[in-house]
C-alpha cells in the first residue's frame, strides 16, 4: 500500500508499487535484457531470504568467498552517502539502515524491481520516510526526485544480465540523474582477472547457472572503461573479488547520444 506517496511500511504484505513513468528523456535505448532475465537476478529476493541476506551475504559470503570485508562497502556509503540519496538495487537495506548521512533527515529514494526487497527495505528505514519506485533498471529513465547528489549501485552489477560492457552503459543514464557535483558509486563481484577461492568458483558456477548472477565474464577493465566513459574523475579500488567505484563529473550533462 502507498500512503503520502510513499510505501507502507508494513513488511507482511506485498505492495502494490506503481511503475516509474518510462517516457524517455535520454537520446539513447541501452540494449536491454529480456525481462525475464532481469527478473531472475531480482526473483532470489523473498521475505524470507531477506531476512537471512544480512548474515549470508555480508557475514559469511564477503569473507570466505569474495574476500571483502563488509566494512570497505560501509565504507564507500559513509563516504558518498548524501543528503538526497537514490539507492538502486536495494536488496536488504543493510548499508542504508547502518550508514552516517550528513544529515538527520535525508530523503532517500529506492529503487528496485523486486517488490519485496522494496518492502523490507522500507521498512528497514522507516524513520527516513523513503520514496519508492519499482522498476527494472534497464528502462529507468527519469525519477521526480532527481537530480541526487548520490547514487549507489551497491552488489547490483553482478546480478544483471549481460557482459560488464553491456551494463555499463547504465553508468551513463544514471549520470543524467545526478546533480552536477554528485557521486556514483557501487560494488559489484568481478568474474574474472582476479583470485577465487574454491567457495568462490562454488558460489559463482552456482548463482551464474540459476542467473541469480550474470558476471562470469566481467572484468575490471570493462568496469573502469564503463565508468570513464559516462564520468570524469573515477577511483575504482579492489578487494579480494570485488570491485568497489566511486565517479564523479558525469559528462552527460544534456541528452545522451
Known amino acids: 500500500m502507498l500512503r503520502g506517496g510513499r510505501l507502507s511500511t508494513d513488511p507482511g504484505r506485498s505492495p502494490k508499487i506503481p511503475p516509474v513513468d518510462q517516457r524517455g528523456t535520454f537520446g539513447d535505448v541501452v540494449e536491454a535484457p529480456s525481462a525475464d532475465a532481469v527478473r531472475a537476478g531480482a526473483a532470489v529476493y523473498r521475505p524470507w531470504t531477506l531476512r537471512l541476506y544480512d548474515v549470508w551475504v555480508h557475514g559469511v559470503s564477503n569473507a570466505i568467498a569474495w574476500r571483502c570485508p563488509t566494512r570497505a562497502l560501509l565504507d564507500a556509503y559513509d563516504r558518498n552517502v548524501s543528503a538526497r540519496h ?78 560488464l560492457a553491456t551494463k555499463s552503459r547504465l553508468f551513463e543514464r544514471l549520470g543524467k540523474l545526478l546533480a552536477p557535483e554528485g557521486v556514483l558509486f557501487g560494488a559489484t563481484i568481478l568474474g574474472r582477472g582476479v583470485e577465487r577461492s574454491l567457495p568462490a568458483r562454488v558460489l559463482m558456477r552456482v548463482y551464474n547457472a540459476k542467473g541469480i548472477f550474470s558476471n562470469a565474464d566481467d572484468t575490471l577493465a570493462d568496469l573502469e572503461a564503463g565508468l570513464r566513459r559516462a564520468f570524469v574523475e573515477v577511483r575504482v579500488s579492489l578487494h579480494g573479488m570485488v570491485a568497489v567505484f566511486e565517479a564523479r563529473q558525469p559528462r552527460a550533462t544534456h541528452a545522451l547520444s
Do not use: K, W
Not at 522507516?126 to 525519477?143: K, W
Not at 541526487?148 to 549481460?162: E, N, T, V
Open 86 to 163: 537514490l539507492d538502486v538495487g536495494v536488496g536488504s537495506g543493510f548499508f542504508l539502515s547502518q550508514c552516517r548521512f550528513p544529515v538527520a533527515e535525508p530523503r532517500v529514494t529506492l529503487v528496485d524491481l523486486n517488490p519485496a526487497s522494496l518492502a523490507f527495505t522500507s521498512a528497514r528505514i522507516r524513520r527516513y520516510r523513503p520514496t519508492v519506485h519499482q522498476a527494472n533498471v534497464f528502462e529507468l529513465t527519469t525519477l521526480p526526485e532527481a537530480p541526487f547528489d548520490s547514487i549507489a549501485l551497491m552488489y547490483l552489477l553482478h546480478c544483471l544480465p549481460g557482459t
